[in-house]
């Protein structure tokens, strides 16, 4: 019984160890900190204003918050946009911040 189990814990340990997800950005298995650009607009020129909106999540397993475009343009007063990046950091799954930075005029 006992090795019956200890294969049957490998054997899921090994699973989630070597599953891996197809991911747009890169994730890392203890700690993710990175800041991506998603946008760019032929909108030239300098932005002058920037907009902000922040999402997060705990335990995987709950998220809250608006990250979208809407919310970031609102909260920066901006009607045209020209440049987006994407933040996002997350330490072992446990609390992760998620934000979105519009720049524009």
Same mark, same amino acid.
């Given at each position: ?18 599953? &891996?997800?197809?991911? /747009?950005?890169p994730v890392?298995?203890?700690?993710? &900190?990175?800041?991506? /650009? ?8 300098? /932005?002058?204003?920037?907009?902000? !909106?922040?999402? =997060? ?7 809250f918050g608006?990250?979208?475009?809407? !919310? !970031?343009?609102? =909260?920066?007063?901006?009607t045209k946009? =020209? ?6 950091? =997350? ?15």
């Amino acid at each position: 019984m006992k090795t019956k189990t200890k294969m049957m814990l490998a054997a899921l340990a090994a699973a989630g160890l070597l599953a &891996g997800c197809a991911t /747009p950005y890169p994730v890392g298995g203890f700690y993710t &900190g990175v800041t991506l /650009p998603i946008s760019a607009t032929s909108n030239a020129g300098t /932005p002058s204003k920037v907009g902000v !909106a922040e999402c =997060n999540s705990i335990l995987a397993l709950f998220s809250f918050g608006d990250c979208s475009f809407e !919310a !970031a343009k609102k =909260n920066g007063g901006i009607t045209k946009v =020209n440049h987006a990046d994407w933040k996002a950091e =997350n330490i072992l799954g446990i609390y992760g911040t998620y934000k979105l930075t519009v720049r524009g005029d």
